[in-house]
């Protein structure tokens, strides 16, 4: 596609609730990029891939966050049983190969935890 | 710990008049160095970054940015403001080895008036 796509744009779950967010990446792009950027701040790293390697995920903040990229295009970031803490943008970004330089990132899903 | 700072939360210019948005890093090594907008509901765009060389940078939409490693610093610059450059602005590092694991300043939030 043109850009990094994200869907949902919104999502509104219940507290307990389990939520997936999908992202589907510039094609070809080898690698791609969760990020979470609450409320009045910068985004925050969560995880990073390479293909379908996940090469880092140093930054979800607790067991509860998983992603997957099982074929080296789209991801899910999987939160279970949301908290209210969770309530965020969750950016994603991709990146054309390791050499590259630039990273270009969707527009994010509004998550709100009530 | 590595950081990236933005001391200023919110800036107000007039249209015409100059911007300098201002960038700290405190970071082991040089770090790549990047500078993001994002308008409301949008992703973040890539104003420029700066990796080595000439310390002073051009990037799009009129900005520039100068590298200044006595001062740990990398300000945003435009010399006049236009209506439309009412934004948030993201200063963001990142390790040469990977450069989409970015951290992220927590933004400055510049408003223009008429």
């Known amino acids: 596609g043109a850009g990094v796509s994200q869907s949902p744009r919104y999502k509104v779950a219940k507290r307990g609730q389990d939520v997936a967010l999908r992202c589907d990446p510039i094609?070809?792009?080898?690698?791609l990029f969760w990020y979470q950027q609450a409320l009045g701040q910068g985004p925050e790293f969560l995880t990073y891939f390479q293909n379908e390697a996940q090469l880092d995920k140093s930054g979800l903040p607790s067991d509860r966050f998983f992603a997957e990229r099982p074929e080296g295009s789209v991801s899910t970031l999987k939160i279970q049983r949301t908290q209210q803490e969770d309530s965020a943008v969750y950016l994603c970004?991709?990146?054309?190969?390791?050499?590259?330089?630039?990273?270009?990132f969707g527009q994010g899903t509004r998550l709100t935890v009530v | 710990a590595q950081s990236v700072t933005q001391p200023d939360i919110h800036i107000t210019v007039s249209e015409g008049a100059s911007l300098e948005l201002r960038c700290n890093y405190s970071?082991?090594?040089?770090?790549?160095l990047f500078w993001y907008v994002q308008s409301p509901g949008q992703g973040l765009q890539l104003l420029l970054k700066?990796?080595?060389?000439?310390?002073l940078v051009q990037g799009i939409k009129g900005f520039e940015a100068e590298f200044k490693r006595s001062q740990s610093s990398f300000n945003l610059r435009k010399p006049s403001v236009h209506w439309s450059d009412a934004a948030e602005y993201f200063c963001?590092?990142?390790?040469?080895?990977?450069?989409?694991?970015?951290?992220f300043g927590q933004g400055t939030t510049l408003q223009v008036k008429p």
């Open positions: 970004a991709s990146r054309l190969t390791e050499l590259n330089t630039e990273a270009f």
């Open positions: 094609s070809g792009h080898v690698s």
């Open positions: 970071y082991g090594a040089t770090p790549y």
């Open positions: 700066y990796f080595s060389g000439d310390t």
């Open positions: 963001a590092g990142g390790p040469r080895s990977n450069t989409g694991k970015l951290i």
